[in-house]
Each structure stands twice: as C-alpha cells, then as structure tokens.
C-alpha cells in the first residue's frame, strides 16, 4: 500500500525558508519520482515541482523556479522541496504525489500524500 | 507554457442527472489528460488517465473523451458521493491543471 506523508509545514515570515519532507513507503522508492503539488486556500492545485527516479531531472512551475529546489535522499525513502524567498502568495497546502509513467511513458501524479500547510505571514 | 481552461467553474445539479465538464488545452496535447477528484480537506483522486481510461476501483458512470485541445469528463448519473471539485491535468508537456469545477447540490 503506497503511503506518503508529508511533514515540516509551519507559519514562516516572508522572505525566510522552510524545508518540507515525504516519507514514502509501500512502493520501491528508488524506482520513482515525485511531485509537489500546492493549493492556497480556497483556490484550485497548482503543479509545483518535479524530481525523477534518479535525482537527474528537476523541474519546477515558473512562479517558484528560482526559489524553491527538490531533492530525495533514497537511504531514508524520503522527498524534500526547499522553499526560500517565500511570499505571501506561497501560504498554500502543499502535497506530494508519486509519479506513475503512463503506457506512452507520460507521468502522472496518482496516490497523493495528505498535505502539509505552509503559511507565509509577519 | 501549455495553458488548461476548464468550464463550467461552478456546476448545479440533482441526482441522476446527466454531467458534462470540459477542458481546453491551449495547444495540441494528444491524449495526454487526467481527470481528478476532490473533497474537501482531502487530496486529489485520480479517476481517469490518458483522456479515456478509467482507473481501476472508479466508477462505470465516470467517462472521458477527448483528444488534442479539446477534452470532456462526463458522469452519466450523478451520485450523492459525487458532489466534489474536478480537475483536470495536462501531464504533455510538464504539468498544468485546469482551474476547477465545483459540482454542488441543485
């Protein structure tokens, strides 16, 4: 049974950092990607970021490219998005979902972790 | 970038009725187009990949059609469970999703 749990969500005043993690288990962690996914209150989800199986590939959406970086350390089955710069706008839940490539070899996000809020405020 | 435009943005409905949601890619993403559910405090379901293919466990009510720019997510007969937020998700070229479409109780 696939789990993620996110941790690490807190208030943080703009222009500080804040490290959120996701533990994963249940699947061959080594084997696969992730990405974080946010939604601010009462808004909809907005794609974040992107790290693959191997740590070789990372992409991020263009209002946090810059600030925020991914990474995993497969020792302790665990995702890592490092936020710095953070601004108002960034005070969302913030979820990690597993990549699943689909038959054409496209990823997709499919079992989802619970969501760790993060909010941005002096 | 590729841009997702999902409409209707609130939907009125009554079980059993008939639902349709569409979405628009701003350029051609072949079939590469997921539908999601979700409720509130909770994350995101998947119920449909690649435009057409229902994932296991959702159910035989729930379609999606489409191909190109133009997709459509169609639930035959509405279901109390069913009222929720839909998205879509454009997984061509990175990844956009749509901004949402609120299903609530006529």
């Known amino acids: 049974q696939v789990q993620l749990v996110e941790s690490g969500g807190n208030v943080v005043q703009p222009g500080g950092s804040l490290t959120l993690s996701c533990a994963a288990s249940?699947?061959?962690?080594?084997?696969?990607?992730i990405h974080w996914v946010r939604q601010a209150p009462g808004k909809g989800l907005e794609w974040v970021a992107f790290?693959?199986?191997?740590?070789?590939?990372?992409y991020f959406g263009d209002s946090v490219k810059g600030r925020f970086t991914v990474s995993r350390e497969d020792s302790k089955n665990t995702f890592y998005l490092q936020m710095n710069s953070l601004r108002a706008e960034d005070t969302a839940v913030y979820y990690c979902?597993?990549?699943?490539?689909?038959?054409?070899?496209?990823?997709?996000?499919?079992?989802w972790g619970q969501g760790s809020l993060v909010s941005v405020s002096s | 970038d590729i841009q997702m435009t999902q409409s209707p943005s609130t939907l009125s409905a009554s079980v059993g009725d008939r639902v349709t949601i569409t979405c628009r890619a701003s350029?051609?993403?072949?079939?590469?187009l997921a539908w999601y559910q979700q409720k509130p405090g909770k994350a995101p379901k998947l119920l449909i990949s690649?435009?057409?293919t229902l994932e296991t466990g959702v159910p035989s009510r729930f379609s999606g059609s489409g191909s190109g720019t133009e997709f459509t997510l169609t639930i035959s007969s509405l279901q109390t469970d069913d009222f929720a937020t839909y998205y879509c998700?454009?997984?061509?070229?990175?990844?956009?999703f749509g901004q949402g479409t609120k299903v609530e109780i006529k």
């Open positions: 690649k435009a057409s």
């Open positions: 249940g699947f061959t962690f080594s084997n696969y990607g």
């Open positions: 998700l454009q997984n061509f070229g990175y990844w956009t």
């Open positions: 790290i693959n199986y191997d740590g070789s590939k990372k």
């Open positions: 979902a597993e990549d699943v490539r689909d038959s054409s070899g496209y990823g997709l996000l499919d079992y």
């Open positions: 350029q051609n993403i072949k079939n590469c």
